[in-house]
């Protein structure tokens, strides 16, 4: 019987092509924005993921500076009271950290034979590596031995190291920072942009005694990078730096901190929940088009009990039931639901291929973001066939057959 129903409704779509085809374009349409909107979303929290990823996992920062002058805030970093002292007591004393990367930077300009380029050079200690998630493709990294000798030697990053060298690698060679030179002992792999569209790769790194001492002339910090261990101790370790700096810089009472930790796993959080909402948003976006396209199957089938009155009068006085003839008008509108979906995978699928080749998005397609609009337009497809098909079941079949 379903065999046959399924056969019935197949034929009734193909007697009438044009309008079937036209039924089902709400549906087709629906499921391939929701599909190619989704995949949009996807793409963006994978895109800012990975970015705040790339700055390093579990990661808490230290930043100087943040305090209150007469009602004005100013900015972080822009203080002097952090100090090398504060990066090793931490260190020493905050349980459930792995890493501790102290850092000062500026920008200069780096001069290479003939060529210049100016960029950030960042003092660094060789814990950075570790907690920046940085990997070296060629030469070394900075050593314990380089900060304990204050060595003029520096590590490129691959925007810098293309700018001023071209394709030739450069390890060995002299750049000049400051009009003093420095060995480039590394060049380091590319991490490309961040969340923010800041080039990951325009730096150089040199040892945190050499920057202060030789480049900076200085005895402060603009930064302390902290990996924490396990995700659930950053709050823990986030609260025991807090008590820590503000004893060691004798800040009691409701004093406000002259330093500012900040936690980047809160602010993936935070993004990830974001950019969810708008994924969201868009997929419901185009849920509005899979309504419009139920209501559009729902118009087409009462057109078609209403012209299968005569139709339906033969069945039923030929035997058939109500169950028989809500079944028959239920299938063909679940064929359209089905025929649909598999057109809109089809659409989307090719829009989200389109926007990733064509576009400047990122796209992420998913079994879960096609199978659930399809499933949604079968379920569309049945839920707006009830009417049309109670109706045809619920006719008299003497009226029917004397219908014109």
């Not at 679940?334 to 926007?355: D, E, N, R």
Request: aromatic share 6%; hydrophobic share 45%; net charge neutral.
């Amino acid at each position: 019987m379903l065999k046959e129903s399924i056969a019935i409704a197949l034929r009734a779509l193909l007697a009438n092509k044009l309008r079937s085809i036209l039924t089902m374009l709400g549906i087709i349409i629906g499921v391939g924005a929701v599909i190619s909107m989704v995949s949009i979303g996807m793409g963006v929290r994978e895109k800012v993921q990975s970015s705040i990823a790339s700055l390093g996992s579990n990661m808490l920062i230290v930043s100087p500076g943040a305090a209150s002058s007469q009602g004005v805030r100013s900015a972080s970093g822009s203080s002097i009271t952090l100090s090398l002292e504060d990066a090793e007591y931490i260190k020493k004393m905050v349980q459930g950290i792995d890493y501790v990367a102290p850092a000062v930077s500026k920008q200069y300009q780096i001069i290479a034979g003939n060529q210049n380029w100016t960029t950030t050079v960042y003092g660094i200690t060789p814990e950075y590596m570790a907690i920046k998630s940085l990997t070296v493709g060629s030469g070394s990294f900075v050593s314990q031995q380089d900060i304990n000798s204050r060595n003029r030697v520096a590590v490129l990053g691959a925007t810098v190291a293309e700018n001023l060298f071209g394709e030739m690698n450069p390890t060995g060679q002299n750049i000049r920072i400051n009009n003093t030179p420095y060995q480039i002992i590394g060049i380091l792999d590319s991490k490309g942009q961040s969340t923010m569209g800041q080039d990951q790769d325009d730096i150089i790194l040199v040892p945190l005694t050499t920057a202060q001492e030789r480049l900076l002339g200085i005895t402060y910090l603009n930064s302390i990078s902290i990996q924490v261990t396990k995700l659930e101790g950053m709050d823990q370790a986030q609260e025991q730096i807090t008590s820590l700096l503000r004893q060691r810089h004798k800040i009691s009472g409701t004093k406000e901190d002259d330093f500012t930790v900040r936690n980047l796993t809160s602010i993936m959080t935070m993004m990830t929940e974001t950019t969810g909402t708008i994924t969201l948003f868009l997929g419901c976006i185009g849920a509005i088009s899979l309504l419009v396209g139920g209501i559009g199957i729902m118009n087409i089938m009462m057109v078609s009990v209403t012209e299968r009155t005569r139709e339906i009068g033969i069945r039923k006085a030929l035997g058939a039931t109500y169950r028989d003839i809500m079944l028959q008008f239920l299938i063909e509108s679940v064929v359209i639901g089905v025929l649909g979906g598999i057109f809109g995978i089809a659409l989307g699928v090719s829009a989200a291929f389109a926007i990733l080749t064509f576009g400047s998005l990122q796209t992420v397609l998913s079994a879960l973001s096609i199978l659930v609009p399809f499933g949604v337009s079968v379920a569309v497809g049945l839920f707006f066939g009830i009417y049309p098909a109670r109706k045809a079941a619920l006719l008299d079949p003497i009226e029917a057959l004397r219908y014109e």
